[in-house]
Nanobody, 120 residues
Framework: QVQLVESGGGVVQAGGSLRLSCAASGNILAINAMAWYRQAPGKQRELVARISTSGSTDYVDSVKGRFTISRDFAKNTIYLQMNSLKLEDTGVYYC??????????????WGPGTQVTVSS
């Protein structure tokens, strides 16, 4: 069984910073791309940032220059450094990973999410 667990969410004032972590564990053979999504109240879940196995990254336009996704391959962990946070960054942040398990099954896994609240 494969699990993703996020941590690092919380309440922060606008302009502040937070760092999210997501650790993958379980019967993992390989991890392909990993990503952070978020869902604001009343809105659809959106892709925030993605990182490939080569380390290449993509960001939604609204976070470019403020957020940085990174990856520690040895720890099967990704991070999202969020700076200059805005009220509209509020939401539940979900970790996603495309993972191959020990019997060769390839599928997307999701973490339970971590709440980020940006206050004025």
């Amino acid at each position: 069984q494969v699990q993703l667990v996020e941590s690092g969410g919380g309440v922060v004032q606008a302009g502040g910073s937070l760092r999210l972590s997501c650790a993958a564990s379980g019967n993992i053979l390989a991890i392909n791309a990993m990503a952070w999504y978020r869902q604001a109240p009343g809105k659809q879940r959106e892709l925030v940032a993605r990182i490939s196995t080569s380390g290449s990254t993509d960001y939604v336009d609204s976070v470019k220059g403020r957020f940085t996704i990174s990856r520690d391959f040895a720890k099967n962990t990704i991070y999202l450094q969020m700076n200059s946070l805005k009220l509209e960054d509020t939401g539940v942040y979900y970790c996603n990973g495309n993972i191959v398990d020990m019997i060769g099954r390839n599928r997307d896994y999701w973490g339970p999410g971590t709440q980020v609240t940006v206050s004025s």
